[in-house]
């Protein structure tokens, strides 16, 4: 009598002893797809869409780390968003992979925005126009607000700990919204301050 065959292994399986391995786009048509759905989602607040694509869903990042990679694509040039898609990308396929995440992120949302362009430039002076347009900024400005309260949360687990966390949060919306002060200056100087007290507290 013959035993039935063990099923393969899936792909996310461990070996025995060892923690599950990390959920990852399968192939570079799954990191472009999935790049190009999250595009089409990022109406206004993109910084909640992304957050909850990454995190939530695809669970390829945790929320300590999507904050970290977030804060180095903030200080570089470009789309936020953008350069977060060419880092995972490179990542997980090299050069490859930071092709089909940047192509991902542009093809189908450009020829949208060009669609949309054309047919705004034919009600642009509409009344109604106007007023969707002032409340879509509505919702976008709470989607913003409600991210960064569900990301507040990882300061508790930051090397600095919980209120200096706020201090730099704290700081940094003053030098934004109150002072109005350019985003460069505000990274650099605050962004800045929060690295060298980190590097202090983590060094031997």
Known sequence: MTTPAASPPTASAAPAGLPPARPRPASLRDLYWSFTFLALQGFGGVLAVVQRELVEKKRWLTNEEFIEDWA????MPGPNVVNLSIMLGERYFGWRGAVAGVCGMLSFPMLLVITLTIVYSQFAAHPAMAGAL????????GLVAGMGLKLAATLARHPLGRWPGYALALAAFAAMALLRLPLFWVLLAVGG????????KLAP
């Open 134 to 141: 002032r409340g879509m900024g509505a919702v976008a400005a």
């Open 193 to 200: 301050a929060g690295c060298v007290l980190t590097w202090r």
């Open 72 to 75: 180095v694509a903030q200080i």
